[in-house]
């Protein structure tokens, strides 16, 4: 009997196996198009689109920008790809994580490793940048709750901790068709690439 198909063909062509990722069949052209229609909160938010993957990456990435101005262009680049295996395993809520068990971790971290190298970052982020993009993961998540999932402010603040007034300051969610999204994470990813040069 053979073994189970565990590679998802790509619309680049590429062939991504899954429990041995490598770089080489990683695109950015693909991250970008599979988290503009992974939908964040189940797909429970507000509006005539989905809040996306790639949407919430955006802001993650100028959170962390605001958090820490001074830090080298890849760490926000790592925060822009954090959540860029979810482009082939989807977003699952935490309680789904917690239901499939470490094998859902084991699998997001090879896939991590894999892009962190395609994209010159190193394979394991340094634990204090870990910590700073999670923190900013949080304050978005916080900021999603507010604007566009329902959530009271006294409510978010016990999910997900009270955001700092000024790293939040000014920021509005607006959501856009998954191709206007697309669009606008290849142009970042771009930016800051150039900006490692």
Known sequence: MAPPRAWQRM?????????????????????????AFVARWNGQTFGDWPYSVA??????????????PEAPVKWRLAALLHDAPEYVIGD?????????????????????????????????????IKKTIKKADRISAW??????????????????GKPDGQVIAGLELHLRPPREVREAFVARHEELLKRLE
């Open 55 to 68: 949407e919430h990456s955006l802001l993650v990435e100028a959170l962390y920008a605001r958090m820490s």
């Open 11 to 35: 619309l680049s062509g590429r062939r991504l196996d899954l429990l041995d990722p490598t770089p080489l069949d990683i695109e950015i052209e693909d991250i970008a198009h599979g988290l």
């Open 143 to 160: 900021l999603e709750a507010t604007q566009i999932a329902g959530f009271g402010v006294a409510e978010a603040d016990k999910f997900f």
């Open 92 to 128: 699952m809520i935490s309680p789904v994580k917690a239901a499939v068990g470490p094998a859902y971790g084991e699998l997001d971290a090879r896939l991590q490793a894999a892009i962190n190298i395609r994209f010159g970052l190193p394979v394991q982020v340094p634990t204090a």
